[in-house]
C-alpha cells in the first residue's frame, strides 16, 4: 500500500480510525462507462482490480479498463458526480440503516448494497431510468439507493454521531470490502432489503413482478426490536368510502361494502393480496398506499365509524429484513449466515485483485 494512498484515504475521511488494517479506496472503482463494453463480454468475469492497486484498473476478463469512479446522479441538483464505490457503500449504509444497529447488519447492508450498486453499474441502460437519471446507473435517492456525500453526512449529523457511529459504519464496510453475493454464477443483483417483515419475508413475485429465486420468503425470527408492530391505524368510514371511490373507475363502492371488506387471499409471508369490497377487488398494496400503512401484512376491522388496521413490519418485504439483521446479529450471527439467511441459495466472493 502506497503511502500516498494512504493521505487520501485520510484525507477522505473515510477509515480514519481503520486505516491500518487495510485502506478501502479507491481500488475497486467502476465506471458507468465500463457497462457498455460489458455487455460485450460474457458475464461471469469479474476480476477486479488490476494487481497494482496503484493502477486503479479494472480487469475484465482480461480486457483491462481505466475505472475511476462509480457514477451517482444527485436529484436535487441535477449533477452526477463520481464517487469510489467502497466510499459510495458506506455513505449509502449510513442511509439506509440505523448506524446503532449491531456491525454484522451492518455488515451485510454494506454487502447488499455494494451487490446491488455493481450489477446496477454493470447492466446499465440508460433508457430505463428517469430523465436526468440516464447518465448514471445510480440516483441518490429510494429510486435506487438512498446516498449523500460525505459532506452532507458530516452537516447533517451530529458531532456525536460522526464520532461514534461514521467510524463503524466505516468499518463495516471495511471487513466486508469487495464482498458480493452471487447465485448460480452471478450478482445477485436484486439484493432488497427492507426495514422489517412482521415475523415472515416475501417471495418477490407475490410484491413485485418476477419470480427471483434468492428472494424467497422465510422467517424473520428476531425481530423483537423492530418499530411499526401491530401498528393501528384508523380511517373514518366515510372517509375510506370517498378515498377508495377516488381509485376506481366505472364502479363505486357503498359504506356497507366497505365495511365488510375482506382479505380474501393473502400472500406466503402473509401479507394481503387481495381485498373485497363488494364486487371490487383491491390489492393490499393498493389499500397499503391509500391510507398510509407501513406493511400490507395487515388486519382489518370495523369499530364505531372506523376501519381499523392493524398491521406489522414496514416496507415490501422482499429479501433482508433490517431488524431482522439486527436480531441475528444480536443472537451471534455473522452477516454471512445473515446474509444467507435472507437471500436464498446466495454464495459470497470477493471481487478480487487480478494477476
Ligand atoms: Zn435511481
Known sequence: MGKGRKRKSIKMGLYRKHGKSGYIGRSLL?????????????????????????????????VEVEAPEILVWLEESDTTVSVPLEEYIACV????????????????????????????????????????????????????QVYQTQEQIRQNRSEEWMEEYWPKICH??????????????????????????????????????????YLRSVDSPYEEGATHQNETVRVDIDQAVQLINSQLQGTQVTREEVEQMQVVARSSGNRAQSVQIGSVTMTGRELRSLFGLSSSKFDVSVEDDKLVFISNGYGHGVGLSQYGANGMGEKGYRYDQILEHYYTGIQLRTLQNAG
Open 30 to 62: 467502476l465506471l458507468a462507462g465500463l457497462a457498455a463494453l460489458l455487455l460485450l463480454v460474457p458475464i461471469g468475469i469479474v476480476q477486479f482490480f488490476s494487481a497494482d492497486r496503484q493502477e486503479q484498473k479494472l480487469v475484465f476478463d482480461q
Open 93 to 144: 449504509v449510513s442511509e439506509e440503516m440505523p448506524a446503532s444497529f449491531h456491525s454484522e447488519a451492518l455488515k451485510a447492508q454494506a454487502v447488499a448494497a455494494r451487490t446491488y450498486s455493481v450489477a446496477r453499474t454493470l447492466n446499465f441502460t440508460p433508457v430505463e431510468n428517469p430523465q436526468g437519471h440516464q447518465k448514471a446507473a445510480l440516483c441518490n435517492t429510494t429510486h435506487c
Open 172 to 213: 463495516a464496510v471495511e471487513m466486508t470490502e469487495g464482498q458480493v453475493m452471487y447465485y448460480d454464477g452471478k450478482l445477485a443483483g436484486q439484493a432488497m432489503f427492507h426495514s422489517s417483515s412482521g415475523g415472515k419475508t416475501e417471495n418477490s413475485e407475490d410484491v413485485f413482478a418476477s419470480a427471483v429465486p
